[in-house]
């Protein structure tokens, strides 16, 4: 059922596959944080802070302080914990947009800062952690987003329409809207992920393929654009599509430097 590529096409479009980079300043307003991707934030933060921060009420501190109520407080101002002169020293109040600099990568930010980590965090996972991290430590005046269970069967020996049913059937059956924004203008087309890895598009030209990798990331490859990049390889976990969301916009990346990409899945197709 699967297309079976051939591992070193795969192999060199995968190391070309774009890994957006922190960019910072961006205005992070209330309706893009209460829109955020809640589960998104929640594995940015189990994979990259939690080691070292607790958010909820009382929670200790670990390498990091304790975050409860982090949003509005001044930096380094947690009584409990032993900052850096750099965290103290630097009179920062904590908004959503000074946080989302900080994290775009700490060290320039607050240089001589404490926190060490192995890199900045990426875009669009920096939107959607700080969204988590308000909502998990009071600072969010929107509710709590209702988690649909995603239903993942572990055992790989299984089909993946099996393994992601929620997936499968989310991006089979719905159209996929790309916005390319190039200094030449703008490119919008729709493409429809199909059950035998191939991708047809809107577009007479635009074809491409996906395939599941062993991370449980799904990685396609669109290419015939006519615009510059021609090509485009991104991967994105499974689980992440496998709640069926709707909006003509709900990831962004930039393939290459001057190029904006802007993904969503609009429902059904022609
Ligand atoms: C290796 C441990 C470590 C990791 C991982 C880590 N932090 Fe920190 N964090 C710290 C330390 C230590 C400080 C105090 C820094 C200082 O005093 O300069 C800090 C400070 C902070 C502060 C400022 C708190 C205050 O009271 O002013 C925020 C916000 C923060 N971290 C968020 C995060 C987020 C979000 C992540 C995940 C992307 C993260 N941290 C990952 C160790 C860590």
């Not at 990426?122 to 988590?132: G, V």
């Not at 929620?166 to 429809?192: D, I, K, P, Q």
Request: some cysteine; charged content about 20%; aromatic content about 10%.
């Amino acid at each position: 059922m699967q297309h079976l590529l051939p591992a070193l096409l795969i192999a060199s479009l995968l190391a070309a596959a774009h890994i957006p980079a922190a960019s910072a300043q961006q205005v992070l307003t209330r309706d893009a944080l209460s829109g955020a991707d809640y589960v998104v934030g929640r594995r940015a933060f189990q994979m990259r802070c939690s080691a070292c921060h607790t958010l909820t009420e009382g929670g200790s501190d670990l390498t990091g302080p304790n975050l409860w109520q982090v949003t509005g407080s001044k930096a380094g101002s947690r009584g409990s914990f032993k900052y850096s002169p750099a965290m103290t020293g630097s009179d920062i109040s904590w908004s959503a947009d000074r946080l989302d600099r900080f994290l775009a990568d700490p060290l320039k930010d607050i240089p001589g800062t404490s926190m060490a980590i192995p890199e900045g965090v990426p875009n669009p996972d920096r939107l959607a952690l700080i969204s988590f991290m308000m909502l998990e430590t009071g600072g969010a005046d929107w509710p709590k987003p209702e988690l649909p269970r995603v239903i993942v069967d572990p055992d790989r020996s299984k089909p993946v329409a099996e393994r992601f049913p929620s997936f499968w059937n989310h991006m089979m059956s719905n159209t996929t809207r790309y916005r390319m924004v190039t200094a030449g203008g703008e490119l919008v087309f729709r493409a429809y992920f199909n059950a035998d890895g191939s991708i047809t598009s809107d577009h007479e030209k635009i074809r491409g393929f996906w395939r599941p990798d062993d991370r449980d990331f799904f990685c396609y490859a669109l290419y015939g654009i006519p615009a510059k990049p021609d090509q485009l390889v991104e991967c994105f976990p499974m689980v992440a599509m496998s709640i069926p969301r709707f909006a003509e916009q709900l990831w962004e990346s930039k393939p290459v430097e001057g190029v904006q990409l802007y993904g969503g899945i609009l429902p059904g197709r022609p």
